[in-house]
């Protein structure tokens, strides 16, 4: 009896979930923090992968009619940091991209034709050897010297 209460005490005390649906939960709660973050885009589709036996990667993508650079640095930049802050599930790496037009109702995994990002890369002082493919590949220590601290770095 004892165990089991002690259990159902440290699941209460949890902050956010466990078990299968949680990369799921977190991908929802970028998903909406970016959106709100990031008006002006058509839409955002997150995904988390492994990149080592408890080390996360998200990518986070922007789906936004072309802009001019400043503006799109600026769209960039706050669904960095929005994604980075709210996510409820430490990273080691932040992936960003951006496609134009809208989200589909069933976004495929693997886009080929991404608006380059080496101007923003540029105008946020990112080292040039992160963008790969037009895609920023963000580190932690680069995110935390652009950003602070993670938000929330609970696993």
Not at 24 to 51: D, H, K, L, W, Y
Not at 108 to 132: C, F, K, M, N, S
Request: charged share 25%; proline share 7%.
């Amino acid at each position: 009896m004892a165990a089991v209460m002690l259990l159902a005490g440290l699941a209460a005390c949890s902050p956010f979930g466990s078990g299968p649906d949680r990369d799921e939960q977190a991908i929802a709660v970028v998903e909406r923090s970016v959106e709100s973050a990031v008006p002006e885009a058509n839409g955002v589709f997150v995904t988390m992968a492994f990149s080592g036996p408890s080390d996360r990667s998200m990518s986070v993508r922007l789906y936004i009619d072309p802009v001019d650079d400043a503006a799109l640095t600026d769209a960039v930049d706050r669904a960095a940091r929005e994604a980075w802050e709210t996510s409820p599930i430490a990273l080691v790496e932040l992936a960003l991209e951006a496609v134009a037009g809208e989200r589909p109702a069933d976004p495929p995994r693997g886009v080929e034709q991404v608006t380059d990002l080496r101007v923003v890369a540029d105008a946020l002082g990112i080292d040039a050897r992160y963008v790969v493919d037009g895609r920023l590949a963000l580190p932690e220590t680069t995110l935390v010297r652009l950003y602070g601290p993670a938000g929330a770095d609970v696993e």
